[in-house]
């Protein structure tokens, strides 16, 4: 497995090593960038959901096969997971199968 922290950052760190590599790659929405996300939630600048399922879903566009994240395993979090399979259904996401949602997380990616 390769792990690439922290993940928002190196999208193109995460696309590279999935053009080169079959190996499983995590990214990981470290606790600075989710603290972030929240601040600005808390304040009333962005709606969580949105900015949530957009986030984890540029993991997986990138070609992460597995999602750390501080996002905590509950109907919220499983709600993210379904919308983050749906955007890589629709041809959003970086090829067939899960995301993340939940500390940890993660449905492998379909291998081709």
Not at 4 to 13: A, C, R, T
Request: aromatic share 8%; proline share 4%.
């Amino acid at each position: 497995m390769l792990m690439v922290k922290p993940g928002l950052p190196y999208l193109d760190v995460i696309y590279r090593l999935r053009q080169a590599s079959n190996l499983p790659i995590a990214a990981y929405h470290v606790s600075g960038e989710y603290s972030m996300l929240k601040a600005a939630v808390e304040r009333g600048w962005l709606d969580e959901r949105k900015v949530a399922l957009e986030t984890l879903t540029c993991f997986r566009r990138a070609g992460a096969d597995i999602i750390l994240t501080y996002y905590y395993l509950n109907k919220h979090a499983l709600d993210l997971k379904r919308g983050v399979r749906q955007a890589s259904k629709r041809g959003r996401g970086g090829g067939g199968g899960g995301g993340g949602g939940g500390y940890g997380a993660a449905t492998p990616r379909a291998q081709p």
